[in-house]
């Protein structure tokens, strides 16, 4: 019998009495049908293959396998199904052993269950991340799971998704071994001939024996259910998760999987996982910027940081957390020791939490030095300035950089709105300077927008996206224009919120709608929470350039000229009492509202829920599909990701641009046309919008690699 009829993507070679199955299917051995047939003829094979007395599974290259292929879903099913692979390699009458390196999750995790032994070397990442897809484990997963290592420990895995080490999947009994060596191969093949040796027999996970106490494992579900009530925040899999495991303690292993077969294409079926999916391609193909393919990064040994106000200090924090040494160059001693007490600040939280040991900090500190000289900054790789809003203070410190940074620096300034084009002109090294557009806070939030001047260079920009790269951070790729990607968009759906204020919603009902769509916060509370005269400086400052027509609302600038800034003054649109965080309606931010409606003579009327969010999302999807059109951002999911990352916008719905496409452009534009019936000036259609409808097309269709 030919073992192995193809050069495929699951090879077969006999290696002394073990059948070894190699799945070897680039670029992390993905479960597509391919490799399910693979799987499915290697493991027929070895049960009529008398020479085959056991089977080894193991992936090529750095992962066992990273789970389904997650490109098939939503396409039609191509048979064999995952869980008809994953009970045939349970029914194998030989022993079948998975060992595994690298990612085994999701369907890579199942399979592996569906073996009779497992073991794992050390950098295995074991676990059931299906929740983070909008899904729950398809291929027997909620059922065998249970059964190996108990309900509470299984729901804890599949119900947050995270990975375990090998170390703790052995202490779990998710392992049954743990290699001494890095070498998974030479590890699997002497495990599988010692169990032959000791006639290990076929040891089935579904009849293994951890729910054999039902009271507790019953207790234990209904615990997860009570907890996942309060946290899944609308989303639909995680209550699923909890259903098919209950099944798992209550019910016979085959009505279990029948059930979980009817969960799990619910959930597949669901715009939660359509959403999720696409978030999860959306965050990997923003790292493929043009430059990121053309060009290699300089080096990033040493950073500067000019100014230590709290974007300083955030963005200090975030460099040194990467393990990276920073320079701060402040204006004076005093200055530069509050840049200091920032930093310090952030890590003190971190001791008074317990997540951070004092020893830690000092060590950490030792990376971090100061200067009222520029001329620290002499072997700086990278530096970022982090100054005051203003061009003719900007210029001045790129000045100095000008002066005092060694050829081939990077001049990075992380203004969230100036003219990144003229601030590059008023240097002599224009090709160097680039924009590093952090999110308050820096050391937290993922978002970096990478703000592309006419002039950089391309290894610049590729320097930007590795040093994203080493902050953990996610990095959008954006043009230079008021505002870039995030902003740009935000200043639109805020005057479409600020509108249907002085037309007759709350803003309290406004941010209502919009947490129940799924944002953590609604817009009102982004103010008093960012501070209202930051919004206040910026409308001042566009007032010369505003629109004769355009409507203006005035309620915002009446709170700030009483000095009601938000939480930092104990009120905003909201009263914030004694320093609490969650704010309290206030009749007096309502009678001002009121005051305001009848000085523009407005007559208020009713809007639903429904409407706001109509109205809402309509502004951001016409922003976004503006900033894509004029090539702000390279494709809609950038806009995505943008509000995925730095906006709090909801993943399970994928974006503003995925929604949009979810809804049906011909809905968007006919809303915006019917809006515009009231203020024809801000609801002007976008070209692109009205272009991709007439072309019955969806912003998904611009989402190609560029
Ligand atoms: C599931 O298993 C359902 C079952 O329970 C039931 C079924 C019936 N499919 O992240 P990287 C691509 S649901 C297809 O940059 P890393 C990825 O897009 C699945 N493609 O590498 C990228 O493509 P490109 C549960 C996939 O080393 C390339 O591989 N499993 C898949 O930083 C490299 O990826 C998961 O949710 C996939 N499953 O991290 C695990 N995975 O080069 C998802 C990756 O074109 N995957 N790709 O941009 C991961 O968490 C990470 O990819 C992993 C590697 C940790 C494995």
């Not at 059931?128 to 997963?141: I, M, S, T, Y």
């Not at 093949?189 to 996970?205: G, Q």
């Not at 730095?646 to 968007?668: E, K, N, S, V």
Request: hydrophobic share 45%; glycine share 10%.
């Amino acid at each position: 019998m030919n073992l192995n009829p193809s050069a495929d993507v699951v090879t077969r070679e006999l290696r002394g009495k073990v059948l070894l199955v190699t799945i070897d299917h680039a670029p992390v051995n993905a479960l597509g049908a391919d490799v399910r047939r693979g799987l499915l003829a290697a493991i027929e094979a070895a049960d009529a293959e008398p020479a085959v007395e056991a089977v080894l599974i193991v992936g090529a290259g750095r992962n066992f396998v990273a789970g389904a292929d997650i490109r098939e879903f939503g396409k039609a099913p191509v048979p064999p199904s995952l869980p008809d692979v994953c009970n045939r390699i349970e029914t194998c009458a030989k022993p079948v052993v998975a060992a595994i390196h690298g990612a085994a999750l999701g369907g890579g995790l199942e399979v592996a269950l569906a073996a009779h032994y497992r073991l794992a070397v050390d950098g295995a990442k074991l676990g059931l991340p299906e929740v983070q897809l909008g899904l729950l484990p398809g291929a027997g997963g909620t059922q065998r799971t249970p059964r190996l290592i108990g309900a509470q420990a299984a729901l804890d895995l599949i119900l947050s998704g995270r990975h375990a080490g090998a170390k703790e999947a052995h202490a779990l009994g998710l392992v049954d071994r743990l290699g001494s060596s890095g070498d998974v191969l030479a590890e699997g093949l002497a495990y599988a001939h010692e169990l032959l040796a000791a006639h290990a027999p076929v040891r089935r996970t579904r009849d293994a024996a951890a729910l054999s106490d039902r009271a507790a494992n019953l207790a234990a579900v209904a615990a997860a259910r009570a907890e996942t009530v309060k946290k899944a925040r609308g989303l639909f899999s995680p209550m699923k998760i909890v259903e098919a495991v209950e099944a798992a303690v209550d019910q016979p292993f085959e009505d279990g999987l029948r059930l979980e077969r009817k969960l799990f294409l619910q959930c597949l079926d669901s715009p939660q996982r359509a959403g999720l999916i696409h978030a999860f391609f959306a965050e990997r193909e923003v790292l493929k910027a043009p430059e990121t393919r053309d060009a290699k990064p300089r080096a990033l040994g040493k950073i500067g940081v000019v100014g230590g106000g709290t974007m300083g200090a955030g963005i200090a924090v975030a460099v040194l957390d990467a393990g990276l040494p920073v320079t701060m160059i402040e204006r004076d001693d005093a200055s530069l020791a509050r840049g200091r007490a920032h930093i310090e600040k952030v890590y003190d939280g971190l001791i008074a939490k317990g997540r951070m040991s004092a020893a830690a900090k000092t060590d950490v500190m030792t990376r971090w030095s100061g200067s009222i000289s520029y001329d620290a900054l002499a072997d700086a790789d990278l530096v970022i300035e982090a100054v005051f809003e203003d061009m003719s203070v900007k210029q001045a410190v790129f000045a100095e950089l000008d002066r005092v940074c060694k050829a081939g620096a990077v001049l990075a300034t992380n203004t969230s709105y100036l003219d990144i084009d003229a601030l590059a002109a008023s240097v002599a090294r224009p090709a160097d300077v680039i924009g590093l557009h952090f999110f308050s806070p820096a050391n937290l939030m993922k978002l970096l927008e990478v703000v592309v001047p006419k002039q950089v260079s391309a290894d610049v920009v590729a320097t930007a996206f590795e040093l994203a790269k080493k902050l953990k951070k996610t990095p959008v790729r954006a043009g230079v224009c008021d505002g870039f990607i995030g902003n740009r968009v935000l200043a639109v759906y805020r005057a479409a919120a600020d509108a249907m204020m002085e037309d007759g919603a709350s803003p309290y009902q406004i941010d209502a709608a919009v947490r129940a769509f799924g944002f953590p916060m609604g817009p009102f509370q982004v103010v008093d929470l960012a501070g209202g005269d930051i919004g206040w400086a910026t409308r001042k400052r566009r007032a010369a350039t505003r629109h004769p027509q355009a409507r203006y609302v005035q309620i915002a600038d009446r709170l700030c000229e009483r000095g009601w800034f938000g939480q930092k003054t104990g009120r905003g649109f909201y009263l914030y009492p004694e320093g609490s965080r969650s704010g309290m309606p206030d009749p007096e931010v309502e009678a001002i509202i009121e005051t305001e409606r009848k000085r523009a003579g407005i007559t208020p009327r009713n809007f639903t829920d429904e409407e706001i969010i109509r109205r809402y999302m309509a502004a951001m999807i016409n922003e976004g599909a503006n900033v894509v059109h004029e090539g702000i951002a390279l494709r809609p999911l950038d806009v995505d990701v943008t509000f995925l990352y730095g906006y709090g916008f909801p993943r399970y719905r994928g974006g503003p641009m995925h929604y949009a496409d979810m809804t049906g452009l011909p809905t968007i534009l006919a809303d915006i046309r019917e809006f515009a019936k009231e203020d024809p000036l801000f609801w002007q259609p976008s070209p692109l919008l009205v272009e991709l409808v007439e072309r019955g097309a969806d912003f998904a269709s611009l989402n190609q690699t560029v």
